[in-house]
């Protein structure tokens, strides 16, 4: 790689991560537009992708953040609220950012539609904003500044009878050409709220279409409480003043399920007024300086961290593997434990507890949680819902469970396309539908991370109609993917869905239902040595189930023995060892051998059976049995001898081995014996054999 | 909604639901709560909790409600608002 290339390729990973950090930014300060410690945040993010791409010649995208930058050091430098229409925009330009930066590095010369679209509202709203906040340009003494405030009322805004015109006043001089003052009266009848209506209802609705927005409450009238009831509304006025581009029709339109007593819109026309456009920006800054200040992001908490190549530390990753078998090695091996000496006892015992030390700390090096990218699909989730026109709301849960590097990558474009499609397919087609459904109009989508089976398990859940099993059926036969006659349980149903070309979609949207999706996050999944489970309830919900194995190179295991053969069972896995009584083994013609565990009826695998060891039959009560939970219950694995817990390599096993699917890798032990690890999840009970 | 002591405190995005648990709470209470904080991170979901602010305070003058002493607040969605409660 020359050094051009070199220094491009650290652009590209620099540009990349703020980009990615923009995306997350960008849906918290949605969550909270008032967290100015963010803006900046994000500000800077802009203003270094800025300098990066003009220094390497990215001029389009350069121009692009150049605005965007400007826009947000308005907001930021003003500290003024943004108005929910404007957020909307700075979602949009991180988009455009987004696919610029593509253009830019593929060298496409067409850009994308929005790129223009959204750099002339970006230009037209600071020129606006500019507009509207000329004086600042001016050099006020503080004198003038209070002269000024004091002549709008605006240091004793609070509080005072005459509020209302002070601040008619204060928004005729921000008005320009373009702008129009409305003065709105809401006299919300007393069972408003009843009907489903509010003060801030309206309040919201006209934030989202002006450019400032105050209001007054006269609560003069409200009761106390022994004849006060919540449910009635006791407010007897609700004034609005409002500065916005919107024509009177636009804004009356807001109102029109009220009754026409309800309310009374009346346009101000502008006020000439000398110098009013002087220092306005100064007393609008006075008036938001005694709002309350944002809790501190910790956005800016400082961070101690390296970059380090991901192929130094798969390396180290290896060495460490190598020691883990070396040390024990040295643990076992019969002639150094027979040397009676305490200081080379100690020692070897010390040795153990720092490869354990070293061996934990480099492990935890690759495994990242998988906050970063639950984080995004925050963003996936917004859009989709609006795309969609679905109220959605997100759970998040276990977004600490950490997860290996490598499969994180992968994992992103399997959930973004599972998300949309439990939004787009998954939930009823709107909120009436899901109302008459005895559901709460927002739909919920839960995206959870656990532990399970020593499986890492990434859920996607919708609590929406559900899969439709005879129709899947039906689509599946008239595609020719099953015969008539097939017995299927319903994960297999299920699982027919994620068959290539199969889609059960009436309409084809952009977000999905073309039926080429799911088969690609299953072979994108399976890549990952992972799986997909669907679970679906007809009419309250489906669940798909990302299980993947933790793949980590070491794993705590217990070595155990059949025959001559060392079996390894990972530990995670196993919930207990015993020898059971005759009484409590029961065999099932057919069905083979059952333990009654506590009255709990487990399956009994005979490892001899699965791996056609040939041995001595012994009966269940002369071995001992591990109960090791799976993704398909509990079983009671059979064995001669538990030999022990240790820590061992994964190693792949070859092309031919790795198509038993009952083992999923290999293991050099201390004494140089070779035990094969158990796919515990592989292990089927008799009659589930036969039955497959 | 949580009391500690005679000091309670309400979130600010209470729904009609909640609200009206919240009354049903404090009437019995109203003559042995001292203060009402408000966690200002939510925002205001319906008017009926100003109503009901303003009617305890009406109900028990000397009762500390800092939210709604203040006259106004500031929200990016609502822009600022004010109330007039005192005759």
């Known amino acids: 790689m020359t050094k051009q290339e070199q220094v491009k390729a650290i652009f590209i990973e620099e540009a990349g991560e703020i980009v990615e950090k923009l995306d997350v930014d960008i849906i918290r300060f949605e969550e909270n537009s008032n967290d100015f410690n963010l803006l900046n945040e994000i ?31 308005y907001y930021r430098s003003t500290k003024e609220s943004i108005e929910a229409n404007n957020l909307e925009l700075f979602v949009e330009s991180v988009d455009v950012v987004k696919e610029v930066m593509g253009c830019e590095l593929n060298a496409i010369e067409q850009l994308p539609q929005s790129y223009t679209e959204c750099l002339e509202k970006i230009k037209r709203l ?62 919300l009848d007393i069972d408003c709220y009843k009907r489903g209506f509010d003060y801030f209802i309206f309040l919201k609705i006209l934030s989202e279409r002006t450019n400032f927005l105050e209001s007054f409450f006269d609560m003069k009238n409200v009761k106390t409480i022994s004849e006060f009831k919540s449910d009635e509304n006791g407010i007897a006025n609700v004034t609005v003043v409002v500065l916005t581009l ?31 456009d002087i220092k306005i920006e100064a007393a609008l800054s006075t008036a938001f300086q005694t709002a309350p200040s944002p809790a501190p992001s910790n956005a800016n908490a400082p961070k101690s961290t390296i970059r380090i190549d991901t192929i130094k530390l798969d390396e180290l990753f290896d060495s460490v593997g190598e020691l883990v078998i070396t040390q024990n090695f040295i643990a076992q091996n019969e002639k150094i434990r027979s040397i009676e000496d305490e200081a080379i006892n100690r020692t070897i015992e010390t040795l153990s507890k720092i490869t354990k030390k070293i061996q934990d700390r ?11 990218t639950f984080e995004k699909m925050k963003r996936v989730v917004r859009d989709t819902s609006k795309k969609t026109l679905k109220e959605v709301h997100l759970i998040v849960q276990g977004e600490d469970t950490e997860i290996d590097k490598t499969m994180i990558d992968s994992l992103s474009d399997p959930l973004i396309h599972i998300i949309r499609n439990a939004i787009d397919h998954g939930l009823e087609s709107n909120s009436d539908e899901r109302l008459r459904a005895g559901k709460n109009a927002e739909g919920v989508i839960a995206l959870r991370a656990f532990h399970k089976s020593g499986n890492i398990v990434i859920s996607v859940s919708d609590d ?33 869905i994620m068959q290539p070309g199969f889609s059960t979609a009436e309409a084809v949207s952009d977000l999905s239902g073309r039926g080429v999706g799911l088969d690609v996050v299953k072979t994108s999944i399976e890549k990952l040595r992972g799986k997909i489970e669907i679970d679906s309830d007809e009419g309250c919900g489906t669940t798909f189930s990302i299980v993947l194995p933790l793949t980590l190179a070491i794993i705590d295991g217990m070595l ?103 083992i999923s890798g290999g293991a050099i032990l201390g004494n140089g014996d070779i035990a094969l690890i158990l796919n515990v999840d592989e292990l089927r009970p008799l009659n589930e054999i036969s039955h497959v | ?79 600022t608002v004010h109330w007039i409660y005192h005759d």
């Open chain 1, 43 to 73: 500000f800077r993010g802009v203003h270094t992708l800025k300098g990066n791409a003009n220094a390497f010649g990215f001029t389009r995208l350069g121009e692009f953040v150049h605005h965007f930058e400007d826009l947000l050091d």
């Open chain 1, 126 to 187: 600071l020129a606006l904003k500019k507009n509207i906040s000329k004086p600042m340009t001016e050099q006020n003494s503080v004198a003038e500044l209070n002269d000024l405030a004091s002549e709008f009322g605006l240091s004793s805004l609070e509080n005072e009878e005459n509020d209302i015109e002070k601040s008619i006043k204060f928004h005729q001089a921000l008005q320009t050409d373009e702008l129009n003052l409305y003065k709105i009266d809401l006299n």
């Open chain 1, 246 to 276: 919107q024509r009177r029709e636009d804004i009356e339109e807001i109102f029109e399920f009220l009754f026409e007593h309800e309310f009374h819109i009346t346009q101000i026309e502008p006020a000439v007024i000398k110098k009013a």
């Open chain 1, 362 to 372: 480099v492990m935890s090096l690759r495994m990242i949680a998988i906050k970063d």
């Open chain 1, 464 to 496: 929406g109609r559900g899969i439709n099993k005879e129709r899947v059926l039906q689509k599946a036969i008239e595609r020719g993917i099953i015969n008539e006659n097939e017995n299927l349980t319903d994960s297999q149903i299920f699982s027919l």
């Open chain 1, 560 to 662: 155990v023995r059949t025959a001559d053969e060392i079996y390894i069972i990972p530990t995670l896995s196993v919930v207990e060892s015993f020898r059971p009584e005759k009484e409590i083994v029961h065999i099932i013609k057919g069905r083979g051998e059952f333990v009654n565990l506590r009255g709990e009826c487990i399956p009994i695998i005979r490892l001899s059976t699965v791996f056609d060891i040939k041995t001595q039959k012994m009966e269940a009560w002369e071995s001992i049995l591990v109960c090791v939970e799976t993704e398909g219950g509990r079983i009671a694995v059979m064995i001669d001898e538990l030999l022990g817990r240790q820590q061992v390599v994964i190693k792949t096993l070859g092309k031919s081995l790795a198509k038993i699917k009952e």
């Open chain 2, 1 to 79: 909604m949580e009391i500690n002591g005679d000091a309670l405190t309400i979130d600010l995005d209470m729904s009609m639901d909640e609200i009206v648990e919240f009354e049903e709470f404090i009437r019995p209470r109203i003559e042995y709560i001292e203060k009402i904080e408000i966690e200002e991170n939510g925002l205001l979901k319906s008017s009926a909790l100003l109503s009901l602010l303003v009617s305890i305070k009406k109900t028990r003058p000397e009762m500390e409600i800092p939210f709604l002493d203040k006259g106004w607040t500031m929200s990016p969605i609502y822009g």
